[in-house]
Nanobody
Framework: QVQLVESGGGLVQPGGSLRLSCAAS????????MGWYGQAPGKQRELVAA???????NYADSVKGRFTISRDNAKNTVYLQMSSLKPEDTAVYYC?????????WGQGTQVTVSS
C-alpha cells in the first residue's frame, strides 16, 4: 500500500512559478513510475509528466520546456517544477504511483493561474 500526499499548489500570476511535491509513504518508492496528472474543470484527467524508476521522463506537449519532473528516492518524494505558468494550466494536480496492475493516487492539489 502506498499513500501519496501532494502539496505546493496555490494561486499564481501568469508567467509565475510553482513547485509541487508529492510525498509517498510505504516501501519500494524507487520502483514506481511516478506521474503528475492535471484535471481542469469539466475535463478529463490527463498526464502532465511522468518519471520512471530509471529516471526517464516524458511530458505532455503543452508543458514541454516549462515543467520539470524529478524524484528524490531518499526522501520518497516526486516534484513538479512549473514555470512560465499560463491560465490554461489551471487544474487540480494529482500525484500518481504506478506499477503493472496497480496504481495509487493522491488527493490532489489546486493550481490556479490568474491575474
Amino acid at each position: 500500500q502506498v499513500q501519496l500526499v501532494e502539496s505546493g499548489g496555490g494561486l499564481v500570476q501568469p508567467g509565475g512559478s510553482l513547485r509541487l511535491s508529492c510525498a509517498a509513504s510505504g516501501s519500494r518508492f524507487s520502483v514506481y513510475t511516478m506521474g503528475w496528472y492535471g484535471q481542469a474543470p469539466g475535463k478529463q484527467r490527463e498526464l502532465v509528466a511522468a518519471i520512471t524508476s530509471g529516471g526517464d521522463t516524458n511530458y505532455a506537449d503543452s508543458v514541454k520546456g516549462r515543467f520539470t519532473i524529478s524524484r528524490d528516492n531518499a526522501k520518497n518524494t516526486v516534484y513538479l517544477q512549473m514555470s512560465s505558468l499560463k491560465p490554461e494550466d489551471t487544474a487540480v494536480y494529482y500525484c500518481n504511483a504506478k506499477l503493472p496492475f496497480i496504481t495509487y493516487w493522491g488527493q490532489g492539489t489546486q493550481v490556479t493561474v490568474s491575474s
